[in-house]
């Protein structure tokens, strides 16, 4: 092996332990959370969740804010990278087969939509903004990706249209999610509910994306339908 090769490959472990190590953070920052998630772990914690010097969490992440951040983006990531494997499919994709992914990684995932609201709140306060602008930048790819996928499979969609309706569909998820976690201590006299609470997300949450889609792109088939139409 030359001195080239001993280079590269000195290069490529260090690059395979930065990642490990980048890893192994945002495991720990998501642990903490799924613990606690009424509060957000400061940068000690973290590192000592992840058996690491609060120095060293500090040389990846420079602020507790840009941690969550990350935390939140891959999250997000893995989101869109199985809604990217199933419009990559050549076989029709049916909105049943999408909510079941919106479910497993948004609704049922327990720090996807507390860390989301997080991240939303400190994005133009917190978070440097060239940080938050690449951030947005790598957002807006992934959902530009997503929306060709959904307008392949959806053809009533108008070229663009994916894009509004990943959009509309996301602020409907975290919206009512929003609304279903208020607490209201005490209804004023004379009223016996209110309703902005009291109802069960995943079910409303699912009326109201179907009836969102439906609005956009007409008749949805169901599962079973749109895989007899493949046979």
């Known amino acids: 092996m030359g001195p080239l090769n001993v280079v590269i490959k ?10 490990e190590r980048h890893n192994a953070i945002l495991d720990a ?19 000592d969740e992840a058996g690491l010097a609060k120095g060293t969490v500090y ?21 869109f990278a ?10 029709p994709v049916s909105f049943d ?20 609201t997080r991240c939303f709140g400190i994005m133009g306060t917190q978070v440097p903004l060239d940080t938050a602008v690449a951030f947005k930048g790598r957002m807006a790819q992934r959902m530009r990706e997503a929306a060709a996928g ?17 959009r509309h569909s996301y602020a409907l998820i975290l919206g009512l999610w929003q609304m279903s976690s208020t607490q209201v201590v005490e209804l004023p006299e004379g009223v016996d509910e209110c309703p902005m609470v009291g109802f069960h997300y995943a079910d409303e949450l699912a009326r109201g994306l179907r009836a969102l889609w439906r609005g956009t792109v007409g008749t949805l088939p169901d599962a079973a339908s749109s895989m007899a139409g493949n046979r």
């Open 10 to 19: 000195q290069r490529a472990l260090l690059a395979e332990d930065k990642q």
């Open 29 to 47: 920052a998501e642990r903490l959370l799924r613990r606690s998630p009424e509060r957000v772990a400061n940068v000690s914690e973290v590192a």
């Open 59 to 79: 040389l990846y992440f420079p602020s507790k804010e840009e941690l969550l951040l990350a935390l939140h983006e891959r999250h997000v990531a893995e989101f």
């Open 82 to 91: 199985a809604l990217g494997a199933l419009l990559a499919r050549n076989e």
């Open 97 to 116: 087969a999408i909510l079941a992914i919106t479910g497993a990684h948004m609704v049922d995932q327990p720090t996807f939509l507390p860390l989301a």
């Open 150 to 166: 959904l307008e392949r499979h959806f053809p009533e969609l108008p070229p663009g249209g994916g894009v509004p309706l990943l």
